[in-house]
């Protein structure tokens, strides 16, 4: 039976109902209702923890046939990986992103069905399922079938999505193609936030100040923490050092997009001053990440730096194709650094190369971003001695590192300096995408710095001004 709330449309209601990445900073789904629409911004996956993950197979909490279009900030699975499930059920609408969003989710969405996939025929062949037989979450048709519902718009212009109602697309430098979304409608103005990217990051632009908002929905990943002011060339140029002096190797676990894209210019830069041991190869063995690759040269428009300056340190490493060779990496027992997704080793070749690497402690494991509760990821970081890779609990004994100000994410004092490009404070700001502690540090800092009115959201909690 079907137990989602059916969607009316209603002329001059204004509500606005948190769906998803509410104490958690995955699963990114608000329910704008406006001027009689009923519009989805983002469409996510939940991530991590496992009562977060079976949200995922949970029925969509409102009607999809209500819904008028979704608007999206960025590619990121967290924020547009529910959407061939979207569409699975019923959506036909439009979805409404940059064009390096809608490249990028092509990318994106097509590997993440290609896993639900592949997880689904696992589960099947050992029987692991209490589901019989387990159905993958949405298949690669599905996928196919959403990415031809996607219109891109251009940033910085402002876009009718019905009559009455107008958004606008603004850089938040985050990754290619994200965007902070201006909505306005009825003389009220809704922005969101997305994920905010970092100041003076080596290859994204700042994200763009904002001066208006009514209402803001504000991402708080790291709400309560400071990304280390330590360079990072000096502390990647350390480790490396080190780790090569062990007889090591290097795994770094990173995000196929945006992550691989910055530790590759990093390294670019550390071989450029003769920084790295002269023969240490350099392996990318991740697939999607030489698509996202390709991008940068579509997308310079968002960059710090020329393509042609970038392309030196993209064409660098040796780009592993297939997993055969992927799995001879692992062989040879010369020093090397391989940058491997995924970034929370959640999944993906990387699982494979910490097995071999997270036991021996003369390598180390580098991350480089945030680690969700309830990942490999968060668990390393946090000093685990053991994680369950395949059913088989795999020994840490390598170090472990994990360099925050890698991140794509704005820190805590990042989000308040953009928080100060604001020319008058927004009736009401609430805070989605972090995990507790992170959202409700970053609340007081609101309070008391800003002294605007702020909450933090819960899930399924509704608003409307009185
Ligand atoms: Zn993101």
């Not at 970053?442 to 002294?451: A, H, P, T, W």
């Amino acid at each position: 039976m079907n137990q989602n709330k059916a969607l009316k449309h209603q002329n001059n209601a204004f509500k606005l109902s948190f769906l998803g990445a509410a104490g958690t900073v995955t699963g990114s789904r608000t329910l704008l209702q406006a001027g009689g629409r009923n519009l989805l911004v983002d469409c996510g996956l939940f991530q991590g923890l496992k009562n977060l993950r079976l949200r995922n197979c949970a029925p969509f909490p409102v009607d999809v046939s209500g819904l008028d279009a979704v608007i999206l900030t960025h590619a990121h699975l967290d924020h547009s990986g529910y959407l061939p499930r979207l569409a699975r059920l019923g959506y036909a609408g439009p979805i409404l992103a940059t064009s390096a969003t809608v490249e990028l989710a092509r990318i994106l969405l097509l590997d993440s069905a290609g896993i639900q996939e592949a997880d689904a025929e696992f589960l099947n062949r050992h029987n692991l399922s209490s589901h019989k037989p387990a159905l993958p979450l949405y298949t690669v048709g599905d996928a196919e079938r959403v990415l031809k519902q996607f219109r891109k718009v251009e940033f910085d212009e402002w876009v009718e999505v019905f009559p009455g109602l107008r958004a606008r697309w603004r850089s938040a430098g985050h990754i290619l193609g994200a965007a902070i979304v201006e909505i306005d409608q009825a003389g009220r103005r809704i922005v969101f936030s997305g994920d905010l990217g970092r100041y003076d990051d080596a290859i994204m632009d700042d994200p763009t100040p904002i001066e208006r908002a009514d209402y803001l929905v504000l991402e708080s990943t790291y709400g309560d923490r400071l990304h280390s002011d330590e360079d990072p060339l000096e502390t990647l140029h350390a480790l490396i050092s080190r780790t090569v002096q062990r007889g090591g190797t290097v795994l770094i676990p990173a995000f196929a997009v945006g992550r691989v894209q910055l530790m590759l210019w990093y390294l670019y830069l550390l071989r450029g001053s003769a920084r790295l041991p002269a023969n240490l190869p350099i392996y990318v063995d991740s697939p999607m990440s030489l698509n996202a690759t390709e991008l940068y040269r579509r997308n310079t428009r968002m960059l710090r730096h020329s393509y042609s300056e970038l392309q030196g340190a993209f064409q660098m490493p040796r780009y592993v194709r297939d997993v055969q060779e992927s799995k001879s990496l692992d062989i040879s027992p010369m020093p090397k650094i391989i940058i491997s997704a995924s970034g929370m080793a959640t999944g993906g070749r990387v699982l494979h190369h910490l097995k071999h690497y997270a036991p021996d402690p003369r390598s180390t494991i580098l991350f480089a971003g945030y680690q969700a509760a309830g990942t490999r990821g968060a668990a390393m970081v946090g000093g685990a001695a053991k994680v369950k890779i395949h059913g088989e609990y795999i020994p840490v004994r390598a170090e472990v590192r994990n360099l925050s100000m890698l991140s794509a994410h704005a820190d805590s004092d990042e989000i308040i300096r953009w928080l100060k490009g604001f020319e008058t404070a927004p009736s009401h700001c609430f805070l989605n995408h972090g995990e507790a502690q992170a959202a409700d540090t970053l609340r007081l800092r609101i309070k008391d710095e800003l002294g605007w009115k702020v909450k933090v959201v819960e899930h399924l909690e509704e608003f409307s001004p009185q």
